[in-house]
Antibody, heavy 128, light 108 residues
Framework: QVQLQQWGAGLLKPSETLSLTCTVS????????WSWIRQPPGKGLEWIAY???????NHNPSLKSRVTTSVDRSKNQFSLNLSSVTAADTAVYYC??????????????????????WGQGTLVIVSS | SSELTQDPAVSVALGQTVRITCQGD??????ASWYQQKPGQAPVIVIF???NRPSGIPDRFSGSSSGNTASLIITGAQAEDEADYYC???????????FGGGTKLTVL
Protein backbone atom coordinates (compact mmCIF):
# COMPACT_ATOMS: atom_id res chain seq x y z
CA GLN A 1 0.00 0.00 0.00
CA VAL A 2 1.44 3.32 -1.06
CA GLN A 3 1.57 5.98 1.63
CA LEU A 4 2.73 9.57 1.58
CA GLN A 5 3.93 11.22 4.78
CA GLN A 6 4.56 14.93 4.65
CA TRP A 7 6.08 17.45 6.99
CA GLY A 8 7.29 21.04 7.20
CA ALA A 9 6.91 24.29 9.10
CA GLY A 10 3.33 25.27 9.79
CA LEU A 11 3.75 28.94 10.72
CA LEU A 12 5.60 31.43 8.56
CA LYS A 13 6.04 35.17 8.43
CA PRO A 14 5.42 37.14 5.23
CA SER A 15 8.37 37.01 2.80
CA GLU A 16 9.69 33.73 4.24
CA THR A 17 10.02 30.52 2.25
CA LEU A 18 7.61 27.61 2.69
CA SER A 19 9.37 24.25 2.66
CA LEU A 20 7.59 20.91 2.67
CA THR A 21 8.83 17.37 2.14
CA CYS A 22 6.89 14.22 1.35
CA THR A 23 8.25 10.72 1.93
CA VAL A 24 6.94 7.91 -0.23
CA SER A 25 6.57 4.41 1.17
CA UNK A 26 5.36 1.35 -0.71
CA UNK A 27 6.43 2.74 -4.08
CA UNK A 28 9.42 4.32 -5.73
CA UNK A 29 9.74 7.93 -6.79
CA UNK A 30 11.34 6.54 -9.96
CA UNK A 31 7.95 6.72 -11.64
CA UNK A 32 4.82 8.86 -11.63
CA UNK A 33 4.43 12.58 -11.24
CA TRP A 34 4.87 13.67 -7.65
CA SER A 35 2.59 16.58 -7.02
CA TRP A 36 1.71 19.39 -4.66
CA ILE A 37 -1.82 20.68 -4.26
CA ARG A 38 -3.14 23.22 -1.78
CA GLN A 39 -6.49 24.21 -0.31
CA PRO A 40 -7.06 27.60 1.35
CA PRO A 41 -9.36 27.42 4.39
CA GLY A 42 -12.94 26.87 3.28
CA LYS A 43 -11.99 26.90 -0.41
CA GLY A 44 -11.28 24.51 -3.24
CA LEU A 45 -8.23 22.65 -4.45
CA GLU A 46 -5.45 24.38 -6.36
CA TRP A 47 -2.69 22.53 -8.20
CA ILE A 48 0.75 23.91 -7.39
CA ALA A 49 3.27 21.77 -9.26
CA TYR A 50 4.52 18.33 -10.10
CA UNK A 51 7.98 16.88 -10.47
CA UNK A 52 8.97 13.77 -12.37
CA UNK A 53 11.70 11.48 -11.05
CA UNK A 54 14.00 12.74 -13.78
CA UNK A 55 13.75 16.19 -12.27
CA UNK A 56 11.55 17.72 -14.93
CA UNK A 57 8.89 19.93 -13.42
CA ASN A 58 5.76 21.86 -14.23
CA HIS A 59 3.99 24.40 -12.09
CA ASN A 60 0.91 26.57 -11.91
CA PRO A 61 1.72 29.78 -13.79
CA SER A 62 -0.28 31.78 -11.23
CA LEU A 63 2.53 31.13 -8.76
CA LYS A 64 5.04 32.53 -11.23
CA SER A 65 8.63 31.80 -10.34
CA ARG A 66 8.11 31.33 -6.59
CA VAL A 67 7.81 27.54 -6.82
CA THR A 68 10.67 25.08 -6.73
CA THR A 69 10.16 21.31 -6.62
CA SER A 70 12.67 18.48 -6.47
CA VAL A 71 12.99 14.74 -6.05
CA ASP A 72 15.52 12.94 -3.85
CA ARG A 73 15.70 9.42 -5.23
CA SER A 74 18.08 8.23 -2.55
CA LYS A 75 15.58 9.12 0.19
CA ASN A 76 12.45 8.37 -1.84
CA GLN A 77 11.22 11.88 -1.12
CA PHE A 78 10.10 14.94 -2.98
CA SER A 79 9.95 18.53 -1.84
CA LEU A 80 8.29 21.89 -2.39
CA ASN A 81 9.67 25.35 -1.78
CA LEU A 82 7.46 28.41 -2.17
CA SER A 83 9.29 31.69 -1.72
CA SER A 84 8.11 35.14 -0.62
CA VAL A 85 4.93 33.87 1.00
CA THR A 86 2.04 36.15 1.86
CA ALA A 87 -1.21 35.66 3.74
CA ALA A 88 -2.73 34.49 0.45
CA ASP A 89 -0.53 31.39 0.67
CA THR A 90 -2.23 30.26 3.89
CA ALA A 91 -3.66 26.84 3.10
CA VAL A 92 -3.54 23.12 3.73
CA TYR A 93 -0.81 21.77 1.48
CA TYR A 94 -1.06 18.21 0.19
CA CYS A 95 1.44 16.02 -1.56
CA UNK A 96 0.05 13.40 -3.92
CA UNK A 97 1.12 10.81 -6.46
CA UNK A 98 0.06 11.90 -9.92
CA UNK A 99 -0.71 9.39 -12.63
CA UNK A 100 -1.59 9.68 -16.29
CA UNK A 101 -3.78 7.53 -18.41
CA UNK A 102 -2.36 5.54 -21.33
CA UNK A 103 -1.24 7.23 -24.52
CA UNK A 104 -4.22 7.60 -26.84
CA UNK A 105 -2.84 7.18 -30.36
CA UNK A 106 -5.91 8.76 -31.95
CA UNK A 107 -5.34 11.89 -29.88
CA UNK A 108 -1.57 11.73 -29.72
CA UNK A 109 -1.40 12.17 -25.99
CA UNK A 110 -2.73 10.91 -22.67
CA UNK A 111 -6.33 11.90 -22.02
CA UNK A 112 -6.63 11.91 -18.28
CA UNK A 113 -4.69 12.23 -15.05
CA UNK A 114 -5.49 11.62 -11.43
CA UNK A 115 -3.98 11.91 -7.96
CA UNK A 116 -3.84 8.96 -5.60
CA UNK A 117 -2.89 8.61 -2.84
CA TRP A 118 -2.62 11.91 -1.00
CA GLY A 119 -0.57 12.87 2.01
CA GLN A 120 -2.28 13.80 5.24
CA GLY A 121 -1.99 17.54 4.57
CA THR A 122 -0.04 20.28 6.32
CA LEU A 123 -1.72 23.49 7.44
CA VAL A 124 0.58 26.38 6.68
CA ILE A 125 -0.34 29.75 8.16
CA VAL A 126 1.36 32.92 7.02
CA SER A 127 1.05 35.67 9.58
CA SER A 128 3.16 38.46 10.93
CA SER B 1 -10.61 29.13 -21.12
CA SER B 2 -8.57 26.96 -18.78
CA GLU B 3 -11.19 26.48 -16.10
CA LEU B 4 -13.47 23.80 -14.73
CA THR B 5 -16.84 24.91 -13.38
CA GLN B 6 -18.93 23.04 -10.82
CA ASP B 7 -22.20 23.87 -9.09
CA PRO B 8 -21.37 24.96 -5.52
CA ALA B 9 -24.02 22.77 -3.90
CA VAL B 10 -26.29 19.87 -4.79
CA SER B 11 -28.70 17.87 -2.65
CA VAL B 12 -30.20 14.42 -3.04
CA ALA B 13 -32.71 12.37 -1.11
CA LEU B 14 -31.38 9.25 0.54
CA GLY B 15 -31.38 6.36 -1.92
CA GLN B 16 -31.96 8.53 -4.97
CA THR B 17 -29.61 9.22 -7.89
CA VAL B 18 -27.61 12.42 -8.17
CA ARG B 19 -25.46 13.85 -10.95
CA ILE B 20 -22.63 16.22 -10.14
CA THR B 21 -21.34 18.09 -13.17
CA CYS B 22 -18.07 19.69 -14.24
CA GLN B 23 -17.86 21.96 -17.28
CA GLY B 24 -14.87 23.21 -19.23
CA ASP B 25 -13.32 23.48 -22.67
CA UNK B 26 -10.65 20.92 -21.76
CA UNK B 27 -13.36 18.30 -21.26
CA UNK B 28 -14.07 18.27 -24.98
CA UNK B 29 -10.71 16.54 -25.39
CA UNK B 30 -9.85 15.07 -22.01
CA UNK B 31 -11.60 13.07 -19.34
CA ALA B 32 -12.24 14.26 -15.81
CA SER B 33 -11.28 12.51 -12.61
CA TRP B 34 -13.32 12.89 -9.44
CA TYR B 35 -12.44 13.18 -5.75
CA GLN B 36 -14.48 12.94 -2.59
CA GLN B 37 -13.40 15.03 0.39
CA LYS B 38 -14.93 14.80 3.84
CA PRO B 39 -14.32 17.47 6.50
CA GLY B 40 -10.80 17.44 7.86
CA GLN B 41 -9.64 14.73 5.48
CA ALA B 42 -7.56 14.58 2.34
CA PRO B 43 -9.38 14.03 -0.96
CA VAL B 44 -9.92 10.48 -2.14
CA ILE B 45 -10.14 9.46 -5.79
CA VAL B 46 -13.50 7.93 -6.70
CA ILE B 47 -13.45 7.95 -10.52
CA PHE B 48 -10.57 8.46 -12.95
CA UNK B 49 -10.56 8.63 -16.71
CA UNK B 50 -13.54 7.61 -18.80
CA UNK B 51 -15.18 5.62 -16.00
CA ASN B 52 -12.58 3.81 -13.88
CA ARG B 53 -13.33 3.11 -10.25
CA PRO B 54 -10.45 2.39 -7.85
CA SER B 55 -10.68 -0.70 -5.69
CA GLY B 56 -12.68 -0.04 -2.58
CA ILE B 57 -14.97 2.54 -4.16
CA PRO B 58 -18.62 1.37 -4.23
CA ASP B 59 -20.10 0.65 -7.62
CA ARG B 60 -22.81 3.24 -7.04
CA PHE B 61 -20.19 5.78 -8.20
CA SER B 62 -19.80 6.15 -11.95
CA GLY B 63 -18.61 8.73 -14.46
CA SER B 64 -19.77 9.94 -17.84
CA SER B 65 -18.88 12.63 -20.33
CA SER B 66 -20.58 14.55 -23.13
CA GLY B 67 -19.28 17.56 -24.99
CA ASN B 68 -17.72 19.97 -22.51
CA THR B 69 -19.38 18.38 -19.48
CA ALA B 70 -18.24 15.54 -17.26
CA SER B 71 -20.52 14.01 -14.68
CA LEU B 72 -20.13 12.03 -11.51
CA ILE B 73 -23.21 9.92 -10.92
CA ILE B 74 -24.12 8.40 -7.58
CA THR B 75 -26.86 5.82 -7.98
CA GLY B 76 -28.64 5.26 -4.68
CA ALA B 77 -26.91 7.91 -2.59
CA GLN B 78 -26.06 6.98 0.98
CA ALA B 79 -25.64 9.17 4.04
CA GLU B 80 -21.89 8.54 3.97
CA ASP B 81 -21.69 10.07 0.49
CA GLU B 82 -22.29 13.53 1.95
CA ALA B 83 -19.06 15.34 1.13
CA ASP B 84 -17.36 17.82 -1.18
CA TYR B 85 -16.64 16.55 -4.67
CA TYR B 86 -13.96 17.92 -6.99
CA CYS B 87 -13.24 17.25 -10.63
CA UNK B 88 -9.84 17.57 -12.27
CA UNK B 89 -8.54 17.43 -15.80
CA UNK B 90 -5.48 18.40 -17.74
CA UNK B 91 -5.36 21.78 -19.38
CA UNK B 92 -6.22 21.79 -23.06
CA UNK B 93 -3.14 23.80 -23.96
CA UNK B 94 -0.41 22.18 -21.94
CA UNK B 95 0.37 19.70 -19.19
CA UNK B 96 -0.98 21.88 -16.43
CA UNK B 97 -3.56 20.49 -14.02
CA UNK B 98 -7.03 21.94 -13.51
CA PHE B 99 -9.39 21.51 -10.58
CA GLY B 100 -13.03 22.48 -10.43
CA GLY B 101 -14.24 24.68 -7.60
CA GLY B 102 -15.98 21.79 -5.86
CA THR B 103 -19.58 20.74 -5.18
CA LYS B 104 -20.95 20.24 -1.68
CA LEU B 105 -23.30 17.26 -1.73
CA THR B 106 -25.99 17.06 0.91
CA VAL B 107 -27.89 13.80 1.41
CA LEU B 108 -31.35 14.52 2.79
Amino acid sequence: QVQLQQWGAGLLKPSETLSLTCTVSGDSVRSYYWSWIRQPPGKGLEWIAYVYYSGSTNHNPSLKSRVTTSVDRSKNQFSLNLSSVTAADTAVYYCARGQRGPHDYDWGTYRYNWFDPWGQGTLVIVSS
Amino acid sequence: SSELTQDPAVSVALGQTVRITCQGDSLRSYYASWYQQKPGQAPVIVIFGKNNRPSGIPDRFSGSSSGNTASLIITGAQAEDEADYYCNSRDIKNDHVLFGGGTKLTVL
